[in-house]
């Protein structure tokens, strides 16, 4: 079963920055994208950013291409999301997902319900 654990959420100012982690298991890294997606209240899950286990190719949404860079560490199962020049606007609740491609455009294009691994998911809050 795949699994997260997320973490490194918090309040931070707008501009400031901040590193997420999600912890993965029960899945075979090479063989999965795993993203982040982050919902705000009141809104629609909206995807963040990707990475391919199969060959570290990477994809961000136009709100945060730029701004974020995501990473991984296969050794530690680990995926990282470095949120730099935060804004208001990307106060949320941020999750990991994994899905059994090697594609992260359809990973982050496609259907919602191939995404495996919905946890808890980790608050970040930027004041203005």
């Known amino acids: 079963e795949v699994q997260f654990v997320e973490s490194g959420g918090g309040l931070v100012q707008a501009g400031g920055s901040l590193r997420v982690s999600c912890a993965a298991s029960?899945?075979?890294?090479?063989?999965?994208?795993i993203a982040w997606f982050r919902q705000a209240p009141g809104k629609e899950r909206e995807g963040v950013s990707c990475?391919?286990?199969?060959?570290?190719?990477?994809y961000y949404g136009e709100s945060v291409k730029g701004r974020f860079t995501i990473s991984s560490d296969k050794a530690k199962s680990t995926v990282y999301l470095q949120m730099n020049s935060l804004k208001p606007e990307d106060t949320a609740a941020y999750y990991c997902v994994a899905r059994a491609t090697r594609s992260c455009a359809v990973t982050m294009m496609g259907p919602m319900s191939y995404l495996e691994g919905w946890g808890q998911g980790t608050l970040v809050t930027v004041s203005s």
């Open positions: 990475i391919s286990g199969y060959d570290g190719s990477t």
């Open positions: 029960g899945f075979y890294f090479d063989e999965y994208v």
